[in-house]
């Protein structure tokens, strides 16, 4: 009997595709342990786009002949999600379909996925690294998002939210002393009547009656409902506290620098902002980047790559992917210090766009990625030919 997959993905490019999976996810890991990987990120990279090329028409018309350096390599806008199907294979075989955000003025887009092997293990490997690093004892872990609405995830946050929970915590929200197998039931607390206070409340006592950590994931514009709702009320202390906010508050009602809302978070928590941490991600790309926390005690793990301590705003890509500043209008990389829009090459899209540039303005400076915000919100200059090229086919 034939493969129903066979019938859809030529087995070939399957077999590639799978390879080329495996072999991301060992270089990660690794590096992460302190190993010497078998390959480079570069190496990697090339064999990736060589594949891209072949499985998207879109792709080889931009790519004459199979790449040699990263150089060569055409950087991809992140809309042409939004206007076509950016994937090495059919949608049959899509298991997930991340949508992007969209504003008023934008269609959202999909970044499909045919498997999230690789996508769940290089955002385990960061965020042990990053946010759950040194924490001492297994984390309660509660999100400041909605639950996914069916069982196809179609949001690439929620779907890392509940990765964490399942996998770094894995316990239900019981004060049980043996706790029950885990249920996502209590843990997102944004719903249709806005934030579940008294469900965050239950969460930091059972943190209080464990004796562990409180880790909250959210969106900055979560944070300013939580806020709101709280009023002038502090939560309790948890034993330790640590706090993710990520996104920023274009096309919303109402917006708070950045600074302000980081302490105003840390007070309801009774906490300090240093436990607030930065995360920075994109539906369109499948790795994330963190700021590192200021560390917290004595045997607080050390990482050959990810710093032990950072500043607020500097934030800090993994080995497996690369963060350029480039011109708009040339997309040459700009010097250390230089404002330009964000490049990204990220090992971890393989079966989408390897190079994605984005309007989001950034700085590279000594050890990390400082963010500057969203460029005018219009295609960057330069872009025209690879709109073109792209779309030549009608997908890609």
């Not at 190496?43 to 594949?51: D, K, R, T």
């Not at 999600?81 to 379909?97: C, G, H, K, N």
């Not at 249709?192 to 008294?198: A, K, N, S, T």
Request: aromatic share 6%; net charge negative.
């Amino acid at each position: 009997m034939t493969d129903p997959i066979a019938r859809v993905m030529r087995p070939r490019a399957l077999e590639q595709s799978e390879s080329l999976h495996a072999r991301v996810r060992s270089f990660a890991s690794s590096v992460v342990e302190g190993a010497t990987p078998s390959e480079s990120f570069e190496e990697l990279a090339l064999a990736i786009a060589a594949f891209q090329r072949q499985e998207c028409p879109g792709l080889e018309r931009l790519i004459p002949a199979p790449p040699s350096s990263l150089e060569e390599l055409p950087l991809v806008p992140a809309e042409v999600f939004r206007l076509t199907r950016v994937a090495t294979y059919p949608a049959e075989l899509d298991v997930a379909r991340f949508q992007t955000s969209g504003t008023t003025q934008r269609e959202t887009g999909v970044h499909p996925a045919r498997t999230l092997s690789t996508y769940d293990h290089l955002a385990l490997l960061l965020a042990r690294s990053a946010l759950f690093r040194g924490l001492g004892a297994r984390p309660i872990i509660v999100a400041l998002a909605e639950p996914k609405p069916g069982p196809r995830p179609t949001s690439s946050l929620t779907y890392m939210m509940e990765l964490f929970m399942r996998e770094i915590d894995g316990r239900s929200l019981s004060t049980d002393p043996v706790p029950a197998e885990l249920d996502y039931a209590g843990r997102f607390l944004i719903g249709p009547r806005g934030v579940d206070i008294e469900g965050l409340r239950r969460a930091v006592r059972l943190a209080r009656h464990r004796q562990e950590p409180l880790v909250v994931l959210g969106t900055s514009f979560a944070y300013v409902a939580l806020l709101e709702a709280l009023g002038d009320e502090r939560l309790p202390p948890a034993p330790l506290v640590r706090l993710m906010i990520t996104g920023g508050f274009k096309g919303r009602a109402r917006e708070v620098p950045e600074q302000e809302i980081r302490a105003q978070i840390a007070r309801a928590f009774s906490a300090e902002p240093e436990q607030v941490l930065g995360e920075y991600g994109m539906t369109e790309l499948t790795s994330q980047l963190y700021e590192a926390w200021a560390t917290e005690g004595k045997d607080e793990p050390k990482s050959a790559w990810f710093p032990a301590r950072g500043r607020a705003s500097l934030y800090h890509a993994p080995p497996w992917l690369r963060v350029l500043a480039v011109d708009p209008v040339t997309h040459a990389r700009v010097p250390r210090g230089t404002e330009g829009l964000a490049a990204f090459i990220d090992l971890g899209n393989i079966d989408s766009c390897l190079t994605l540039l984005t309007e989001d303005r950034i700085v590279e400076l000594e050890g990390g990625i400082q963010l500057l915000g969203r460029a005018p919100a219009a295609p960057p200059r330069g872009c025209s030919l690879t709109y073109e090229s792209l779309l030549g086919g009608g997908k890609l």
